[in-house]
């Protein structure tokens, strides 16, 4: 069955490892996903934005992601992501998500705790982890795009407070990664981090995973991450390799002589990242 993140977010923080939350979009996704964690043995997170979900329908996620789990036998948590409202992550719980994150961080500071804290209660009395977030994150995912400008770093002081107040399972905080690929290198605040993750006894949840150089990712699990999210990359993996599939050969009408390759080429991507994030072997 799926489990909550708590099945593996104590000793990946313990351990100094991270679990890795890959994005499922469909179901090519989701089969490159497990096979890679699969070989790997590690645990991981299938993450699915609101806008996903509109995309496969909530039956079919979470048909697919069960599916996962039982082939597999590995830990899996099925985790809305970016959640916006109470009412979004209780339909996603009823219909068998293991975890959510609510991203109450476009309101007042005392308005994402007392919203928080909702779905925190909620969410625990069923088993079901959660996710908070603090600080806003740049870049663009589905419909949430956040200007440089805007993104705002996390205060450690009320990242440590938000977590006492709320009791969430692991914490996100604007440290200067960026959803969807970067222009130049991002410049992360690992002193944020190692502040926040020694304060307070869950890890610390690193958004806009893709395309961060390797010893940042290193850096910053060393510092208490133990969550990391990766969409784009994959993203990249696939619509890549069907570009090249397509451009060699106009003829291609089978949709699965494009799409075996490019399951293919983010099984590759989601496996250098378990390793990358230490998590293989830890299922
Ligand atoms: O919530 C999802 C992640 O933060 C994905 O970010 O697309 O930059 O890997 P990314
Ligand atoms: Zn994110």
Redesign the pocket.
Known sequence: PLVSMNEFLPQAKAKKFAVGQFNMNNLEFAQAIVEAAMEEKSPFIFGVSEGALKYMGIEFTVAIARAAAEKSGLPIALHL??GSSFEVAMKCIRAGFSSVMFDGSHYPFEENIRLTKEVVKAAHAMGVSVEGELGT?GGV?DDISVDAAEAALAKPEEAIRFYEETGVDCLAIAVGTA?GMYAGEPNIRFDIIEKVSQAIPVPIVL??GSGVPDEMIKKSIEAGVGKI?VNTENQVACTDTIREVLAKDAKVYDPRKYLAPARNAMKEVVRSKIRLFGSSGQA
């Open positions: 992501d970016h994150i995912e959803h958004h806009g999210n």
